[in-house]
């Protein structure tokens, strides 16, 4: 069987196959800055986290091939566990190697787990500051719309990248009703909080009247059983 000739007469090359070339070397360095980076401002949960991932070794580096990286999306996602902190591992390791895992690993996690320790010091605290309180009800409002945002622009390259339709819309369909866990955690601050609500307004109302000087908390008055001393 010969190669495959064009019009001259000369054979045409044929493409390898395999796997993709490994990336050129990345330096710990950049490793340590541009996975703490994502680290410290991926905010809005996995759909930032894979966003940003994909932004920094797909699109601008091309450290990584796309279907490659779509690979790796699936896979973690198979796998017990945070996705985006495995899939922000591997990215590492494929990048630099072992080296870069242990490097990246801990340069992606550690930035969210100092901001949590200490907004959880703050929040927990007896009256946390104003302004504490002010940030935090503004980061509820934004996070969602920051992870709709990410989760629809990553929606699109995986609808480009698409080898049949309807298997693409089979899994769109089941995601969404994994989603539904999601929701449902959601909604249940929301309701947490009305609860809460509900219950200080109750308590408020039956609160007993205070007690006068000749009341004691542990002989509390029977107006009943001795008037001369409710009179």
Known sequence: MGLPEDTAGHPEPVPPTGPAPAPARVSLATVLREWGRIGCIGFGGPPTHI?????????????????????????CNLLPGPASTQLAIFCAWRVRGRPGALAGGPAFIVPGLIAILALSALFLAGSPPLWVLGAGAGAGAAVPAVAV???????GASWRARAHTARWVAYLLAGGGRGRHDRGMAGAGPARLRLDRAGRRARAVTRPPARTAGHTASSPCRCWQEPDRCG
């Open 51 to 75: 966003k940003l991932l994909r932004e920094l070794c797909v699109e601008r580096r091309k450290w990584i091939d796309p279907q490659e990286f779509e690979d790796a999306i699936a896979a």
């Open 149 to 155: 945002q990410a989760g629809w622009s990553l929606l």
